[in-house]
């Protein structure tokens, strides 16, 4: 049975467009996040292209032998040079300016520096370098003379 009624709509209403939800926290973080990791992943090639691309860091010139007994470079800004005697079958002698470096053999081989004596480095060119790095532009080595004890220590 219909009923009919005056001024009545004879078609159903259509519901009014749900209003935009409020923003979660978990689609603001994700959002934040992508353009972070996008930036982040770009850091590493750049620096890449950047170390590939420097003016101060020509390519070492090796000599003497395939094990190379001499190198010398100019590593931003400063002289390295280094020789390996042929009596000592380890021993490297490393100046930086022409100021001598103090390297040590390591047990495992590697080498490390006085002037950064935490850390290792696979050669002693590497060592060479991380000092420079380490001294940074104004700093640079102490002249070395004999070591006399000054007065100080054990004098047997």
Do not use: C, K
Request: proline share 11%.
């Amino acid at each position: 049975m219909a009923v009919s009624a005056p001024n009545a709509p004879t078609e159903t209403p259509v519901p009014a467009a749900p209003e935009p939800a409020l923003p979660t926290r978990r689609g603001v973080i994700r959002r934040l996040l992508l353009p972070a990791a996008l930036a982040t992943a770009a850091v590493p090639a750049a620096s890449a292209v950047s170390r590939a691309t420097r003016p101060d860091t020509a390519a070492p010139h090796l000599a003497d032998g395939p094990q190379g007994t001499v190198f010398e470079e100019t590593y931003r800004g400063r002289r390295i040079r280094g020789v390996r005697p042929a009596a000592g079958a380890g021993a490297w002698h490393v100046t930086v300016d022409d100021r001598p470096l103090h390297l040590m053999r390591r047990a495992d081989g590697t080498w490390l520096t006085m002037v950064d004596h935490y850390r290792s480095y696979a050669t002693p060119l590497d060592a060479a370098r991380a000092a420079v790095d380490e001294l940074g532009p104004g700093r640079h080595l102490r002249e070395t003379g004999p070591h006399t004890g000054g007065g100080h220590g054990v004098h047997a």
